[in-house]
C-alpha cells in the first residue's frame, strides 16, 4: 500500500461522502460547497482520500479539505505558486510550498476568485 493512502474500506468519493453527512454542523455543508465549487471549477478532477482527509487532484494534488474545531481548511499543495490576486489566502503563509485558506463558521465563500484559484491550481499541475 501507498504511503499515506487509507485502508478505509469504499472509494474516494463514498468516504468523502461520509465524511460531509458525519459532519452535522456548518463545516459538514462548508466542505460539500468547497467539494462542489472544485468539481465545478476542474470538471476532471479526480477525488481520492488520503491522510484521512478528502484530496482532489487534477495531474497532481489541487488541494485537500481538512476539517476542524472552529475551521475548515482548503490546503492548495503547491499554493505558494499560484497566483491570488484576491487575496484568499490567510493560512500556512509561512510556508515556500503550501498555502491555506481557512473558512470559519459564517463565512461567504467567493465564488469566483475561488474557482480562478482552484483552476490556476489545476493549470500549474498540468504544467
Known sequence: ??????????SAS???????????????????????????????VV????WATPVWSHHGII?????YKKAVKMTFAKGASVP?????????LDGNVRRAIDFHEGDKLD??????LIRAAAALNKA
Open 47 to 50: 477525488e481520492e482520500w488520503k
Open 63 to 67: 488541494c485537500t479539505g481538512e476539517t
Open 14 to 44: 463514498e468516504l468523502i461522502d461520509d465524511k460531509i453527512a458525519g459532519l452535522a454542523d456548518w463545516r459538514g455543508e462548508m466542505l460539500a460547497q468547497l467539494r462542489a465549487l472544485i468539481k465545478a471549477a476542474v470538471p476532471e
Open 84 to 92: 491570488d490576486p484576491a487575496g484568499l489566502f490567510n493560512s500556512s
Open 1 to 10: 500500500m501507498k504511503k499515506g493512502v487509507s485502508t478505509e474500506v469504499g
Open 111 to 116: 465564488k469566483k476568485a475561488l474557482t480562478a
